[in-house]
């Protein structure tokens, strides 16, 4: 069974960082990309961050270059999202995705394998 577990969410304050995990179970992890993708209340589910397990190239949504780092652990089974400088429009439900895609890609519907959401609260 496939299974995408986030974790690492919470309530900061604005400035303040959250390191979120995605651990993967029931496939070949090196094999897909992993997506973190995000929705606040209202609005559309957005691409925040990709990485590709197998040679690490990643892609990041404007609104988080240089604050936000993504990467990769195989023995764990695990991609990490560093996120750094948060701010009150970072507040949403994040969450991470796989795809058997061999380029990045940042629509979701190209996603496969979706996990369950953690929520991340940035106040002002």
């Known amino acids: 069974e496939v299974q995408l577990v986030e974790s690492g969410g919470g309530l900061v304050q604005a400035g303040g960082s959250l390191r979120l995990s995605c651990t993967a179970s029931?496939?070949?992890?090196?094999?897909?990309?992993i997506g973190w993708f995000r929705q606040a209340p209202g609005k559309e589910r957005e691409v925040v961050s990709c990485?590709?397990?197998?040679?690490?190239?990643?892609y990041y949504a404007d609104s988080v270059k240089g604050r936000f780092t993504i990467s990769s652990d195989s023995a764990k089974k695990t991609v990490y999202l560093q996120m750094n400088s948060l701010k009150p429009e970072d507040t949403a439900v994040y969450y991470c995705?796989?795809?058997?895609?061999?380029?990045?890609?940042?629509?979701?519907?190209?996603?496969?394998?979706w996990g369950q959401g953690t929520q991340v609260t940035v106040s002002s």
């Open positions: 995705a796989a795809t058997t895609m061999t380029i990045v890609v940042i629509t979701s519907d190209m996603y496969d394998y």
């Open positions: 029931g496939f070949t992890f090196d094999a897909y990309g």
């Open positions: 990485i590709r397990n197998w040679e690490g190239s990643t």
